[in-house]
């Protein structure tokens, strides 16, 4: 079965600094969207994208985050200045443009802010 | 209120048994429903998704929306080992998956 895939899987960074998470959503998948998930806590909406542009956004995604598809493959979550709650599982996701109950969440990069 | 609420567990059910799980929505304009599979450590695995009210079955599972009280549940037949998880609903106010509200999930263990 065709798979999202990010890297990197753990990262650690200090608080301040600029992080990138890279995801490759399944190649023929148009929709695209970042989730996180605290420790212990629910899995939480970020942003979804279509089209180049970002179709919705969550409360938790302020100008901090950003989002970007630089080319054909990859899909980009970028926070600018990370904060110590910044510290979750982050998770992209992707779905084909005719299937839209079947989201595929990619393996998740662990985002740990010292 | 929460949005979505699940009972966090754990839910110990018998190999072979039936698991209950249950969820319950606060958003009346809510249009779909999901059960997701998290296994620790994981990323979330789409099990069923629902849209009428009823039940709708999947081999050993079975969804069950209830739009006038707000409820959804999963349940699972013939109980394995391997079910153990996280059990995670989710809702949605469109048909699709733009924005996916998820509960903070029940956790269930199979006892062999």
């Known amino acids: 079965e065709p798979e999202v895939t990010q890297t990197p899987s753990h990262q650690v960074t200090q608080m301040g600094q600029e992080v990138i998470l890279r995801c490759v959503p399944i190649?023929?998948?148009?929709?695209f969207y970042w989730y996180r998930q605290i420790l212990g806590q629910k899995v939480e909406f970020l942003v979804s994208f279509y089209n180049n542009e970002i179709s919705e956004k969550s409360e938790i995604f302020d100008d901090q985050f950003s989002v970007e598809r630089p080319d054909g493959s990859n899909f980009t979550l970028k926070i600018r200045s990370t904060k110590l709650e910044d510290s979750a599982m982050y998770f992209c996701a992707s779905r084909e443009i005719a299937t839209n109950e079947k989201l595929f969440f990619g393996s998740g990069t662990q985002l740990s802010v010292l | 209120q929460k949005e979505v609420e699940q009972n966090s567990g754990p839910l110990s059910v018998p190999e072979g048994a039936i698991a209950s799980l249950n969820c319950t929505y606060s958003?009346?304009?809510?249009?779909?429903f999901f059960w997701y599979r998290q296994y620790s450590g994981k990323s979330p695995e789409l099990i069923m998704f629902i849209y009428s009210n009823g039940d709708k079955e999947d081999g050993r599972f079975t969804a069950q929306l209830n739009k006038a009280s707000q409820y959804v549940s999963l349940l699972i037949r013939d109980s394995q080992p391997s079910d153990s998880a996280t059990y995670l609903c989710?809702?949605?106010?469109?048909?699709?998956?733009?924005?996916?509200?998820f509960g903070t999930g029940t956790r269930l263990t199979i006892i062999p």
């Open positions: 958003d009346r304009g809510s249009q779909s």
């Open positions: 190649s023929n998948h148009l929709y």
């Open positions: 989710a809702v949605n106010k469109g048909f699709g998956n733009e924005k996916l509200t």
